[in-house]
């Protein structure tokens, strides 16, 4: 009898990585879990940028469950950028990394039970880019908003909040030297460092946390870094 018995937590991309990681924990706690991934999986095989697919899935989480107390929109859409992405690209990225958690959440709506909640996964690239990035940063950008919007739409019936993982390493190496020192953390992230959160984001403890996204990526994003600081110079062609 773990604190999730008998609860029902729905997780898209869960066969591999952060997402499978959350499956594991929720079902140490004694949660059912119903899974949707491109990937092999004890639960349901299909691709999030198809419409019907999410309807035979939901319908089948409802056939078999009943209810949905958690929705975790975890799903990784495709990473191309503006000089490789073609149109066609571009809209699957964000089918799968917007449009899918969307639809999803819409289909869920009449089933969710007292004290449900949705926890998205977006990403540092919300806020922060490399270059050739763009199909990735603007579908985590799109979740991360998306976040606060069903918040107040859904105000009183469910609590969403987004996750924005940094480098977070799914094979669990542990890193020494530069890419370690770098992260004000002193070391790169693992997949339970989001999974403990979504876990922590679903339980009473957050009742009061709703409409929020939590960055953890070992405070990279709040460390300022100009040429000659910590011995970083900058080289481009041209200066």
């Not at 008998?6 to 929720?26: L, N, P, W, Y």
């Not at 999986?41 to 198809?50: I, M, S």
């Not at 690209?89 to 964000?94: E, G, K, R, V």
Request: aromatic content about 8%.
């Amino acid at each position: 009898m773990g604190e999730w018995n008998r609860k029902v937590a729905v997780v898209t991309g869960g066969a591999h990585g952060i997402g499978k990681c959350i499956c594991e924990q929720f079902e140490q706690g004694g949660a059912r879990v119903c899974v949707i991934d491109r990937l092999e999986n004890p639960y349901f095989q299909g691709d999030l940028a198809d419409r019907a697919t999410l309807e035979r899935f939901a319908a089948q989480v409802i056939a078999d469950c009943g209810h949905v107390d958690y929705l975790i929109h975890n799903a990784a859409p495709l990473s191309r950028g503006i000089a490789e992405a073609s149109y066609e690209d571009f809209c699957y990225a964000l089918q799968v990394g917007v449009t899918a958690p969307f639809y999803l959440t819409k289909l869920f709506l009449p089933h969710f039970a007292p004290g449900a909640a949705i926890v998205n996964i977006s990403s540092s690239r919300d806020r922060m880019s490399q270059p050739q990035t763009e199909s990735y940063t603007a579908a985590k950008g799109g979740i991360a908003a998306l976040t606060h919007a069903l918040a107040v739409s859904l105000a009183g019936k469910v609590r969403v909040n987004s996750i924005s993982p940094g480098w977070i390493d799914t094979a669990y190496r542990v890193y020494a030297g530069a890419d370690a020192a770098q992260q004000p953390a002193g070391r790169v992230g693992n997949p339970l460092d989001i999974a403990n959160m979504v876990l922590y984001l679903c339980s009473d403890k957050a009742g009061f946390i709703t409409g929020e996204n939590i960055c953890i990526d070992g405070g990279m994003t709040r460390q300022m870094i100009y040429h000659g600081d910590c011995g970083w110079t900058l080289e481009q062609e041209g200066i």
